[in-house]
């Protein structure tokens, strides 16, 4: 499963689950991970990641594909998929 984030830039990123993370807080606190949005079966996958980004203004998703993290705001993202 992947999820596509398209962001205020115009920068578009894809991700598979053991791509990225997140952290409910602005660049640190706890990191979680993120699998549990793309693992579970009975709720919605893309209501779950609004729910996230909406109880949580100041998190970042984590890109974990580059040597070093890249933090990737809520408040970036203007549009995301899965597929």
Request: aromatic residues 14%; positive net charge.
């Amino acid at each position: 499963m992947k999820l596509t984030l398209f962001l205020k830039n115009g920068n578009t990123y894809d991700f598979t689950d053991k791509e990225i993370s997140y952290t409910y807080n602005d660049l640190g606190g706890t990191v979680s991970s993120a699998n549990h949005i793309f693992t579970r079966v009975d709720n919605d996958k893309e209501k779950d990641i609004i729910n996230l980004m909406t109880k949580y203004p100041k998190g970042s998703f984590i890109d974990k594909t580059q040597n070093s993290l890249r933090y990737i705001p809520f408040a970036d993202v203007v549009k995301f998929e899965i597929k």
